[in-house]
């Protein structure tokens, strides 16, 4: 079965990079898309964007400007960086598993939580 | 971008009630809508997708309907365990976007 395992530094001060990873053990990697996805504490979840094995890429406008989206194939990762972060940023960031292009997301990792302070 | 609104904003039931949370759309979305619960401190977990389309491993007390702009997440006779919140997701255009999600809390 399919894990995303993701990982990467929960504490960042403002106008940092924020830098996540995240690993696909146990399943095909190539013919999906894979995205990343954030909630603030207590509020909605908000999707970042997504890649596939590729390296083809699909952002929200709200963050394309800040927003990298790469992949490692040979490791089997996908990383998220976003650049000059704010408080507004501070949220749980999820990665998670597309069947398809823009669709919806079947799998998902545990989550890790950012804070910028 | 496509504004999904969900309602009610929380909802506390009685087991073995029927919920119905509803999403609504800002412009047609086709059956482009996708279902998931996210209990605290979880990772979101798919329920239904393409509107009405059932997930293997998915209690078949959820069910889902709609097209177009209005959709409808049912849970047949909810249980202490269905206490989440839950999402609808369009993905008929970018950005993909989210509702704001129904709190359902156990009386």
């Known amino acids: 079965q399919v894990q995303l395992q993701q990982w990467g530094a929960g504490l960042l001060k403002p106008s940092e990079t924020l830098s996540l990873t995240c690993g696909v053990y146990n399943g095909s990697f190539s013919g999906y898309y894979w995205n990343w996805v954030r909630q603030p504490p207590g509020k909605g979840l908000e999707w970042i964007g997504e890649i596939n094995h590729s390296g083809s890429t699909n952002y929200n406008p709200s963050l394309k400007s800040r927003v990298t989206i790469s992949v490692d194939t040979s490791k089997n990762q996908f990383s998220l960086k976003l650049n000059s972060v704010t408080a507004a940023d501070t949220a749980v960031y999820y990665c998670?598993?597309?069947?398809?292009?823009?669709?919806?997301?079947?799998?998902w990792g545990k989550g890790t939580t950012v804070t910028i302070s | 971008e496509i504004v999904l609104t969900q309602s009610p904003d929380f909802q506390s039931v009685t087991p073995k009630e029927k919920v119905t949370i509803t999403c609504r759309a800002s412009q047609s979305i086709g059956s482009s809508l996708h279902w998931y619960q996210q209990k605290p401190d979880q990772s979101p977990k798919l329920l239904i997708k393409y509107a009405s389309q059932s997930i293997s491993g998915v209690p078949s007390r959820f069910s889902g309907s709609g097209s177009g702009t209005d959709f409808t997440l049912t849970i047949n006779s909810l249980e202490a365990e269905d206490a989440a919140a839950y999402y609808c997701l369009q993905s008929s255009s970018l950005p993909l976007t989210f509702g704001g999600g129904t709190k359902v809390g156990i009386k």
């Open positions: 998670a598993r597309g069947p398809y292009k823009w669709g919806y997301m079947d799998v």
